[in-house]
């Protein structure tokens, strides 16, 4: 069974620094990994999706990566602002599952952070 | 394109009642994905619907379940509502290439 852990589970950070948002997951086979946004109480907003086989993709300020051998993805946010405050979700899809019928996604608990002005 | 849409935004209901959620996937999708969201956790994948019938569940009682219509709407019902169905309960949709597309959410409350 797929497991996805997010490491830190919160973290406050003043604004302008440069930050990491850990992921990893327990079973490599996967199709593709997704950074979502979820400010408090709303929907999930897509933020990054890198296939399984590429190593990493850029966003703007955001920057998410994949080792899927590691089973480990990093998402690199360059000079935080206070707008940058949300939960961020980490998601894996199964491989083998290229039909939309087989799409499901594992998250993890997520990492909330806060930006201070 | 409006993307994906849920109804209602926000439900209260008393325990041992039952509760349907409604989902409009983003427009050329055909498969509608239901997520439940405690707080401070992660969604759970509840079930997915392909061509009207539940292709995928994960690990929910039968007191959840689904239907999909002719035209991709989908609607989530939960019966003897406990307290512990209180979530975000998140609807998703996506097409052949799988990537899913989130709508905004029902926020129950179960009193």
């Known amino acids: 069974k797929q497991e996805v852990t997010q490491i830190p589970a919160a973290l406050s950070v003043p604004e302008g620094e440069n930050l990491v948002l850990n992921c990893s997951f327990t079973?490599?086979?996967?199709?593709?990994l997704q950074w979502f946004r979820q400010d408090p109480g709303k929907g999930l907003t897509s933020l990054l999706l890198i296939q399984s086989s590429q190593r990493e993709q850029t966003s703007g300020r955001l920057n998410a990566s994949l080792d899927k051998s590691s089973g480990r993805s990093t998402l690199y946010i360059a000079a935080s602002q206070p707008g940058d405050s949300a939960t961020y979700l980490c998601?894996?899809?199964?491989?083998?599952?290229?039909?939309?019928?087989?799409?499901?996604?594992?998250f993890g608990k997520g990492t909330m952070l806060l930006v201070s002005p | 394109d409006a993307g994906v849409t849920q109804s209602p935004t926000h439900l209260i209901k008393t325990r041992g009642q039952q509760v349907t959620l409604r989902c409009s996937p983003k427009s050329g999708h055909d498969t509608v994905s239901w997520y439940q969201q405690a707080l401070g956790q992660g969604p759970q994948f509840i079930f997915q619907y392909y061509e009207e019938e539940e292709r995928q569940r994960g690990n929910f009682p039968d007191r959840f379940s689904g239907h999909q219509f002719p035209n991709y709407s989908s609607e989530l019902n939960v019966n003897a509502l406990l307290l512990g169905d209180s979530a975000l309960y998140l609807c998703?949709?996506?097409?052949?290439?799988?990537?899913?597309?989130f709508g905004p959410g029902t926020r129950l409350t179960v009193l």
């Open positions: 998601a894996v899809r199964p491989k083998g599952a290229r039909n939309s019928g087989y799409s499901t996604l594992t």
């Open positions: 079973d490599s086979a996967i199709y593709n």
């Open positions: 998703a949709s996506s097409s052949s290439s799988g990537q899913q597309f």
